[in-house]
C-alpha cells in the first residue's frame, strides 16, 4: 500500500496518457464522436463505457475523479462544479418529498441555507448538536433516510461525534454523509468512522491554491444501496454498492448541469499533489497562532481543537492526524474589531479557507450574516469573532503581524 502523496503523485501517469504525458491534458470539449453509431448509442444506453456528453462526464474531470477516490479510500467519485453543488445535488439525488433527515446544526453557512431551502421544498430537516451523539439519535424519526456531520465546524471548531454516529447510522440504516471539506481526506478519513458518502469542496484544501472552484462525492461501499427505498429501477446496475453514486451522477449532475469544468480539474489535480506538505505546514503555524492568541490578553476565547480546553480535544486528537489549520477568536470587547483588521498587513481580510495565503475575516458580520443574530448566538458565534485560515507563509512573518495588529489595537 503506497503512501497518501506518491498515490497521488503518480495516478495520472499510471493511467497511461497520450505522448506519455505526466498530467492528464486538459480535454477541453463537450461532445465526443463515434466512428460507429452502433457504439454511440451503446455509450448511451451505458453497455459500452464510453464518452458521452460533457456536463456528465469528461476525462480531465475523471482523473480528478480518480485522484479523489484514492485519496478517501472509495470506490468511486463524481465531481461538481463547486462544494454546494456536490451538497445539493447529493441531497436532491437521494431524498424526496416528505423524508426527514438530521443534520448538524454547527454547518458551514451556505449549507445551512441550502437545508433551509430544502426545508421549504418538501424535505423535513431536523438541526442537532451533534458533537453529542444522543441529541443525533433523538432526532431520527420514522422517516428519516439520512444524517449529515462535518468533521470540524466552522467557525467555532465543534468536533461532531463522527464515530458514535457512524454506528447509530448502521444500526438504524440511515446514510451517513460526512462532509470532510475542514479536515481533507489528509487528515481524516471518513471511512474509519463507517461514512457512506464523503464530501468534499476541493476549492479549500484539496486544491489549495485559491485558483478553482470544485466539490466532489465520494462513494464508501459500507452504505447497503438494496435496502434504500430511493433509486430508481433505471440505475440498479451490476454492482448494488454503486447505485446511489450513479443516481447522483445520472440523475442529480445530468438533471441540474453542476458540471466541473475540466480546466478547473487541472487547477485543482495539480494543487492537489502538495495537499499532504502544505497540511504539514498549515496545521503547525494553526497550532502555534492559536497558543500564541490563547496567551494575549487582547484575546478572549480562541477556538482551536489542538487546545487542550477545546471541548473535542481528545476526539480530535484521537480521529485527526493534526487538529486543523483553521481557527476563530474573541476579540477582547473593548477593542475595535475594525481597526484590527485593518492593522493586519500580511495576513488578507478575506472569505475563503484553505488557500496558501492566510486570510482572515469577521464572520457574524460577512458570512454569517444573513443567517440574523439569534441563529448566530445558538451557533455561539459573537460580534467580536475572527476566523483565520492559517496558510504555508513562514511562522515568524504571521506571528509578527498578529502581534503588531493586537499592539496598535490596545496601544
Ligand atoms: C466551502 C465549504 C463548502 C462549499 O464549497 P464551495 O466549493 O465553496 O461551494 C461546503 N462545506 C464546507 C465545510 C466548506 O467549508
Same mark, same amino acid.
Given at each position: 500500500m503506497r503512501g497518501f502523496t506518491t498515490k497521488i503523485v503518480h495516478s495520472d501517469r499510471l493511467g497511461g496518457i497520450e505522448h506519455g #504525458?505526466?498530467?492528464k491534458p486538459v480535454h477541453a470539449t463537450v461532445a465526443y464522436g463515434y466512428k460507429d453509431a452502433e457504439d454511440l448509442a451503446a455509450a448511451f444506453q451505458g453497455r459500452l463505457a464510453g464518452y458521452t456528453y460533457g456536463r456528465q462526464i469528461n476525462p480531465t474531470v475523471e482523473a480528478l475523479q480518480?485522484?479523489? #477516490?484514492?485519496?478517501?479510500g472509495g470506490l468511486a467519485s463524481v465531481c461538481f462544479g463547486t462544494g454546494m453543488a456536490a451538497i445539493g445535488t447529493l441531497l436532491f439525488a437521494l431524498l424526496r418529498r416528505g423524508d426527514h433527515f438530521v443534520s448538524s446544526a454547527f454547518l458551514f453557512g451556505n449549507t445551512n441555507s441550502l437545508f433551509a431551502s430544502f426545508a421549504t421544498h418538501g424535505l423535513e430537516v431536523t438541526f442537532v448538536d451533534a458533537t453529542d451523539v444522543r441529541q443525533v439519535a433523538a432526532a431520527v424519526q420514522e422517516n428519516t433516510k439520512l444524517a449529515f456531520v462535518e468533521t470540524i465546524a466552522n467557525p467555532c471548531t465543534q468536533v461532531a461525534a463522527l464515530a458514535e454516529i457512524g454506528e447509530l447510522c448502521r444500526r438504524r440504516g440511515l446514510v451517513y454523509v460526512v462532509d470532510n471539506t475542514m479536515t481533507s481526506p489528509y487528515l481524516f478519513?471518513?471511512?474509519?468512522?463507517?461514512? #457512506?458518502?464523503?464530501?468534499n469542496s476541493l476549492t479549500k484544501y484539496v486544491g489549495g491554491h485559491g485558483t478553482a472552484l470544485g466539490g466532489a462525492v465520494t462513494e464508501m461501499g459500507a452504505y447497503d444501496w438494496p435496502g434504500f427505498p430511493n433509486i430508481y429501477d433505471t440505475y440498479k446496475g451490476a454492482d448494488p454498492r454503486l447505485w446511489a453514486l450513479t443516481q447522483i451522477k445520472k440523475k442529480g449532475l445530468r438533471d441540474f448541469g453542476a458540471a466541473l469544468a475540466p480546466e478547473a480539474a487541472h487547477h485543482i489535480a495539480i494543487g492537489a499533489e502538495t495537499l499532504a506538505l502544505r497540511m504539514e505546514r498549515q496545521c503547525a503555524s494553526a497550532m502555534a497562532l492559536a497558543q500564541f492568541l490563547d496567551r494575549r490578553p487582547e484575546v478572549g476565547k480562541v477556538f482551536y481543537p489542538g487546545l487542550p480546553r477545546h471541548p473535542q480535544f481528545e476526539r480530535a486528537a484521537g480521529l485527526f492526524r493534526h487538529p486543523g489549520a483553521l481557527f476563530s477568536f474573541e476579540l477582547d470587547e473593548r477593542l475595535d474589531i475594525w481597526a484590527f483588521m485593518n492593522a493586519l498587513r500580511i495576513i488578507v481580510k478575506s472569505s475563503n479557507l484553505g488557500d496558501n495565503r492566510t486570510l482572515a475575516i469577521p464572520v457574524a458580520h460577512t458570512i454569517y450574516y444573513e443567517m440574523g443574530p439569534e441563529r448566530r448566538a445558538s451557533m455561539g458565534i459573537d460580534d467580536s469573532l475572527i476566523r483565520i485560515s492559517v496558510g504555508i507563509e513562514d511562522i515568524d512573518d504571521l506571528l509578527g503581524d498578529l502581534d503588531q495588529a493586537l499592539a496598535s489595537v490596545a496601544g
Open positions: #504525458s505526466l498530467h480518480t485522484q479523489v #477516490s484514492a485519496m478517501e478519513l471518513p471511512r474509519d468512522v463507517e461514512a #457512506s458518502l464523503v464530501v
